[in-house]
Structure formats: structure tokens, C-alpha cells
């Protein structure tokens, strides 16, 4: 049995993570420390209320002598950290707060793991996992390989510069004082409980409020799209499997172009709307009740500094832990449209902000 400590665990990946873990090991104890920012949601957990396997604690990553106490006090054997500052357009008009979380925060929980893992000797077995991105690697030209763990770091934004800093202090608190760490770097995620400022379920609302679907420049940049229970069965193969010291690249195998992405989304959003003639009634101001989604798409001015393409040759992890990618693009979207259009209670409440009343009737904030 293993006790966990997954650091934003009610953020988008870390909620994810969370069921599906708590799924495949239900005996484990998993201990959720999330600072609540606005990307933090608790009632991506909801459905977990209750259960005794689960606890949810508010708190920050940089908060050392608190997590030492909760290392100690819930016997954690395992850390895996996906608290974070994640999106790229933040970053640039803000990037303090995430050099604050990103970097500061990381060293604070590196130095609590160090503290009572190693210093105290309470988890002579233990892990931390790390769970980075890979645009820390820069930006691909249209006909270069992949990405993999060799790859030189050449972050363009705030953001993937934080991630990398975080990068190189886990890797030299493994070399250095030899904490059991490993490092996972992945592409995009998608998949439910996606926070609606990022593209795939930005799109996907305006799509049903008729709402423009603005695409950055001439759309023609290139993500390797993974789907979150990708991501997820990945980490789980290096938690269980990885090496210490080692670092795992995960992808999707599914390169796309932003704007075949988006068009594929709006011919999800057509058919959708054709099968089931209930949402031409919630949504009438849908062109996809038209079979027309796609006359919303605009394209807008380019992100600063915009990485071209981003794919991930994920050889190690497919050789060395079995791990193979199961979702393919079109049936992940498909899935994913499907998601928010049955939980529209969700993605409303996080847009109008009113999930913040949820937040005070259920955790008192
Ligand atoms: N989303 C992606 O496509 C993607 C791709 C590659 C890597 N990643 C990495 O995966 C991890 C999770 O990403 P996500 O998309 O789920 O992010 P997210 O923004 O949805 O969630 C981040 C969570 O961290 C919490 N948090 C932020 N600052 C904190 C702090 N100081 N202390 C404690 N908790 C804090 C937030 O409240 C939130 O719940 C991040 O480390 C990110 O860099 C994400």
C-alpha cells in the first residue's frame, strides 16, 4: 500500500490523476495539497467526498514546515507534484507568480521531502515524481524529430522557463542528496475537468454560445495532443516502474495543427448537434444547430513569442515501461465534447465564478 501526497490534485491533471489512481488502487491513501488558486477547483474531487481513502488540505507547495508536519503525520511514501502556474498567455502578462509556485514553490517541497525522507530517514522507499512539460525544450521546425529526454532545454516563455528551473532542481536534489526522483515531460493535455481558458474547452463553449473561436495567428501551429488518462497511465508505469533519476517524455502521437484541431472540434460540435436534437434547444444560438460551427473561427494576433510546433518521441517510455498511448485524437474529442456538454453545471460555475460559493459551503473559504 502506498500513501500519497499529489500536489494540485484539484487542478485539471491532478483531479484526473486522483480518480484514476484512486480507481486502480483503491487502498492507497492519497492526500490532495492544493492551494485553491483560480485554477484550483475542489469539486473536480466531488465525486470523492466521502471517501476514506481521500483528504484534501489547502495549502502551498512553498510551505515547507507544513508539508514536512503532513509527510510525517500521513506516513507519505510517495510525492507526485503537478502544482503549478500553468498557462502560457498568464505567464506572459504575469510572471511572478510563477517563478513564486514554479521554482520557489518546488524547492520548498524538494527541501520537505529531503527533510523527513532522507534527513529524518522516515521513507528509506519513497518517490518523488515531477511532472513537467515539454515545452521546456523550446520549438520545433516542421520536419525535426520529436523531443526526447536528450533534448537540449531551450524554454521560450515564463512559464516553460519556470518549468525548467523546477526541472534542474529536482534533478539536483536526486544527484546531489539523493532523493528517488523521477521526471516526466508531456505534451498538451486534454480531456475533462479542463479549465475553460485553455484552447480545446475554450472552444467547445463558445462553439455552444455561439461565441467567435479566436486562433492565434494563421493556426498552423503544432501540438501533440495527449489525453489526460493517457497522461495518467504514463505517470502511473513511472511511479511503479521508472528508474530514480530517470526522466520519461509522454506524448499522445497525435501532432495537429491548431487549426485542424479547432475544425475538428466544430464537425464534432455539427454532428453532435444533428444526433441530438435537445441541444439545438439549450444551445439555439449555435451555428453548430446549423451544421456551422465552424463560421465562428477568427483568427486573432499571435501570442507572443509562440512556440511553432511541439511533438514528443516518446521511445523510452514505450521500450523501457510498455507504455503506448490508447486514445486517438478523434475519439478523445469526441469524448471530451461529450463531457462538457454533460456537465454543463461545471463549466458554468467556474466561468461566473459562482463555484467559488460551492468552495464556501463545502471547504469554508
Ligand atoms: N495542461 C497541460 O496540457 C500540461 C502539459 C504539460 C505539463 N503540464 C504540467 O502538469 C501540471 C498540472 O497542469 P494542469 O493543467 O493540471 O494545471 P492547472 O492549472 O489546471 O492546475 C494547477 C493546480 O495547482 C494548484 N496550485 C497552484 N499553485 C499552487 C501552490 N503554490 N501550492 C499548491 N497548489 C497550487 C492550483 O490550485 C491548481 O489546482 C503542471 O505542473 C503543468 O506544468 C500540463
Known amino acids: 500500500m502506498s500513501r500519497l501526497l499529489v500536489t494540485g490534485g484539484a487542478g485539471f491533471i491532478g483531479a484526473n490523476f486522483v480518480h484514476h489512481w484512486l480507481r486502480q488502487h483503491p487502498s492507497d491513501r492519497v492526500v490532495v495539497l492544493d492551494a485553491l488558486t483560480y485554477a484550483g477547483n475542489p469539486e473536480n474531487l466531488a465525486t470523492l467526498q466521502g471517501s476514506a481513502s481521500l483528504r484534501f488540505v489547502q495549502g502551498d507547495i512553498g510551505d515547507t514546515p507544513r508539508i514536512e508536519a503532513l509527510l510525517r503525520e500521513e506516513s507519505i511514501d510517495t510525492i507526485v507534484h503537478f502544482a503549478a502556474e500553468s498557462h502560457v498567455d498568464r505567464s506572459i502578462h504575469g510572471p511572478d507568480a510563477f517563478i513564486a509556485t514554479n521554482v520557489v514553490g518546488t524547492h520548498g517541497l524538494l527541501k520537505a521531502a529531503r527533510q523527513v525522507w532522507l534527513q529524518e530517514g522516515l521513507a528509506p522507499a519513497h518517490r518523488f515524481h515531477h511532472v513537467s512539460t515539454d515545452e521546456v525544450y523550446g520549438s520545433l521546425g516542421p520536419d525535426d524529430p ?140 449555435s451555428p453548430a444547430a446549423a451544421g456551422n460551427a465552424a463560421s465562428l473561427i477568427t483568427h486573432v494576433k499571435d501570442r507572443a513569442g509562440h512556440d511553432r510546433r511541439y511533438a514528443i518521441d516518446c521511445g523510452k517510455i514505450e521500450r523501457e515501461l510498455g507504455y503506448r498511448a490508447q486514445v486517438k485524437l478523434e475519439a478523445g474529442i469526441r469524448d471530451t465534447f461529450a463531457w462538457y456538454v454533460a456537465n454543463p453545471g461545471w463549466w458554468q460555475r467556474v466561468m461566473d465564478g459562482s463555484y467559488r460559493n460551492w468552495l464556501a459551503t463545502n471547504y469554508g473559504r
Not at 162 to 191: E, F, I, Q, W
Not at 207 to 213: D, S, T
Not at 262 to 276: G, I, M, Q, Y
Open 146 to 285: 520529436g523531443f526526447s529526454e536528450a533534448t537540449q532545454y531551450q524554454p521560450n516563455s515564463p512559464y516553460s522557463a519556470s518549468k525548467a528551473a523546477s526541472d534542474h532542481l529536482v534533478r539536483a536534489y536526486h544527484h546531489t542528496y539523493g532523493l528517488a526522483v523521477t521526471t516526466s515531460n508531456c505534451s498538451n493535455n486534454y480531456g475533462p475537468f479542463h479549465f475553460p481558458e485553455k484552447l480545446i474547452p475554450l472552444m467547445i463553449v463558445n462553439i455552444l454560445h455561439g461565441r467567435p473561436l479566436p486562433v492565434y495567428g494563421d493556426g498552423r501551429n503544432v501540438r501533440d495532443w495527449l489525453h489526460v488518462s493517457d497522461h495518467c497511465r504514463g505517470i502511473e508505469l513511472v511511479l511503479g516502474q521508472g528508474r530514480p533519476g530517470e526522466v520519461y517524455n509522454i506524448g499522445g502521437g497525435a501532432e495537429c495543427e491548431n487549426i485542424a484541431l479547432v475544425k475538428l472540434l466544430c464537425r464534432v460540435a455539427d454532428e453532435a448537434f444533428a444526433e441530438d436534437p435537445q441541444l439545438r434547444a439549450r444551445y439555439p444560438q
